[in-house]
């Protein structure tokens, strides 16, 4: 295979649902040139609240139909398989494979001046200690303050971005982590973008938020320049969208998280 054709493969992208989007927004936005299939299991969101065992299950199913549609790398944008199932995923895949978990963790040891760290994810994500285990491993030195936070899922998918019971959950659940005064705040679940505003209120500017799908972005446009795999054509990116289920629900939703509209939204064979 010539390496042109190898190059203008297309990036694969999956998460339980819609908030994988936020990562393909970073993506689009990073790498405006690069194909892209993202592939979202709409008829078993929430991974976050699941075992262990059934997320491996179904990270390596997500995997199989993101390799039958020939990706050259897959981006997995849902912390709960990045935390738990990213070696099933390396194991399935046969191509480059990038996760959310560590370009988040690397992003926070960086910008934090204090060494005090806040990570908020789904429950899931928060009791894999995942984020805590990277930044330790990259800094020692840390402290690492957790919180898992999985009301803010519902409420950014609704489009409760500024609304009082918004606020007033933001408080109750960031208000342990403000008192522990964190400088650096990851957010560990690709909804919570959605919510950024209401989550820096609460911190009155005292944290720097870190995006894990930008860090995650970053990370694969360093990875496609290493590995030779940057698309070199100048042409629009084509963009296609796989659901599990519902796809005009996940296309109402999903255009507010990616902030642009969706064009066809298919629902993949097999689940």
Known sequence: ???????????????????????????????????????????????????????????????????????????????????????????????????????????????????????????????????????????????VVSQACPLFVPLAEEGWIDREATRLIAREYLFPLKLQKIDTLVLGCTHYPILRDVIQSVFDGSAELIDSGEATAAEVDGMLTDLD???KSDQKANVQFFVSDIPHKFTEIGERFLGQKLGRVRRAAGF
Do not use: W
């Open 1 to 143: 295979m010539s390496p042109k054709t190898r190059q203008s493969k297309p990036i694969g992208v999956f998460d339980s649902g819609i908030g994988g989007l936020t990562v393909v927004k970073a993506l689009m936005r990073r790498l405006p040139h690069e194909n892209i299939v993202y592939f979202g299991d709409t008829a078993r969101v929430p991974y976050g609240a699941k075992s262990a065992q059934v997320v491996r299950e179904y990270a390596a199913q997500d995997t199989d139909f993101l390799v039958s549609h020939d990706v050259k790398m897959i981006v997995v944008a849902c912390n709960t398989v990045s935390s738990v199932a990213l070696e099933v995923v390396q194991k399935h895949a046969k191509v480059p494979v990038e996760g959310v978990i560590l370009p988040g963790a690397k992003a926070a040891a960086n910008a934090t001046k204090k060494k005090r760290i806040g990570v908020i994810g789904t429950i899931g994500t928060i009791a894999s200690n995942a984020y805590t285990n990277a930044i330790r491993q990259l800094d020692s030195s840390a402290s």
């Open 229 to 231: 795999l940057r698309n």
